[in-house]
């Protein structure tokens, strides 16, 4: 027998194992339809209820947390691609030092503004500074240096067209300085310091408390973060914090923005900053997570125990289904189904199963989500809470099936020791 199977064709071998996993596959899934459907259907069906939930669950959760990380003041913009410094490169003990930035940011705005497929871009420099009105006390306002073009664009969730547009020279405003400065304020800004528009606001600074320019207040618009936010934001050219924050010598800034087709807006950031982090702005990006802790905690904690749960309920329902079908597996055993088998046809079953409840799951994660962001819009939010990616699809299959791998261990216990005398025995 041995010197038969040695001389076997590995071919042969291979289609042999494939036809036997075939089978024993096909033989899984039509026993699992008839008992769901015949014999034991609450059992199984509240076993896909169960993992469908607590998918959901998990998803709705992992949305939430998706939208937090990308949340913020800064990230409302209708712009396509974002350039950010890469901060894996920058190394400090110090907390609360200010962060890295992109240096030459006018000049290679302006080279990203001329190649093909690319509406537009713009540094975006961020600032905390104090303004002060006539009328009111200095207040601490989140200053956002941009470079209009005159289109309709958004910049932390502000509009840009009440901004005086770049010049001809399209340096992103770095020698262009306008003799009639403007902001732009949101209705929380306005609020605290007691500006409407016309009205003059002086800059200062919040570290030094150096004096800087006036500034006319152009519009007051209501920014899609106020709803969601009390943090005060406001509008300038991009020239006008530079000089403020000194950082015109080396055109620093804290982001670019870049709007057009996402490819070759993608690629020509790409090319304008080799070294940079290149990323869409179009949201439901998982990496955002490490960014930010809370959001991070979260998911992670959902994701603990969404498996804990999932497994947990796995593991008891398929336990107590393989203990009231051993005289199956009797049978099985009887007609010559080797133990290998009988236990495959087990684990087949715990993983069609929880394969059943993730999908049911994914369904109704995206209805939760789109049921939660009815709800905060209704009530508490102007935008979406909640985000749904793609990635969610692959996300909660894999969680499905990693809290059934952690639980077939027990159905297999069960299954391992049924035996054709003792079931006819009982």
């Not at 006319?216 to 920014?223: D, K, L, M, R």
């Not at 290998?340 to 079953?349: D, F, G, I, K």
Request: net charge negative; hydrophobic share 45%.
């Amino acid at each position: 027998m041995d010197d038969d199977a040695a001389d076997r064709d590995p071919g042969e071998v291979d289609g042999r194992r494939r036809t036997r996993w075939a089978g024993l596959v096909g033989l899984t899934a039509t026993r699992l339809w008839k008992r769901a459907t015949r014999t034991v259907t609450g059992r199984i069906a509240s076993t896909i209820v169960a993992v469908a939930l607590t998918i959901a669950f998990l998803l709705v959760i992992t949305g939430v947390a998706l939208a937090l990380a990308e949340g913020g003041v800064a990230a409302e913009t209708d712009a396509d691609v974002r350039i950010t410094p890469d901060e894996s490169g920058t190394l400090s003990t110090i907390d609360g030092l200010e962060g890295p930035r992109l240096g030459m940011a006018n000049e290679r705005a302006a080279t990203i503004r001329s190649q093909s497929g690319v509406d537009h871009a713009s540094p975006v420099l961020l600032e905390t500074v104090r303004l002060e009105s006539a009328e009111g006390e200095p207040r601490t306002v989140l200053l956002v240096g941009v470079a209009p073009d005159g289109e309709s664009r958004t910049v932390a969730g502000l509009p840009t067209t009440d901004l005086e547009p770049v010049d001809s020279r399209g340096d992103g405003g770095g020698d262009g300085r306008s003799s009639d400065a403007g902001i732009v304020l949101s209705s929380a800004a306005a609020d605290r310091l007691d500006a409407s528009q016309g009205d003059e606001v002086a800059v200062s600074s919040v570290y030094s408390g150096s004096g800087g320019p006036s500034l006319t207040v152009t519009a007051v618009e209501e920014s899609r973060a106020d709803a969601e936010s009390d943090v005060p934001v406001a509008l300038v050219r991009l020239d006008e914090l530079q000089a403020v924050a000194g950082a015109d010598d080396g055109q620093l800034a804290t982001q670019l923005l870049v709007w057009g087709e996402p490819d070759a807006a993608a690629s020509a950031a790409e090319e304008a900053y080799p070294y940079a982090t290149v990323e869409s702005t179009a949201g439901g990006d998982p990496s955002t997570l490490f960014g930010d802790g809370l959001a991070l905690a979260t998911s992670l904690l959902a994701l603990v125990v969404g498996v804990t749960i999932c497994a947990a309920f796995v593991a008891t329902t398929m336990g107590l289904t393989v203990d009231q079908d051993r005289r199956a597996m009797a049978v099985l055993e009887a007609v010559g189904f080797p133990a290998r088998s009988r236990l495959a046809v087990v684990a087949l079953t715990t993983g069609i199963t929880t394969l059943c409840g993730a999908l049911l799951g994914l369904c109704l994660g995206v209805l939760g989500i789109t049921a939660v962001n009815a709800i905060a819009s209704a009530t508490l939010a102007s935008d979406t809470v909640a985000i749904v990616t793609p990635l969610f699809v692959p996300y909660a299959i894999g969680v499905a099936l990693l809290a059934g791998l952690v639980a077939v261990p027990y159905p297999l216990a069960v299954a391992s020791r049924t035996t054709v005398l003792e079931e006819v025995s009982r």
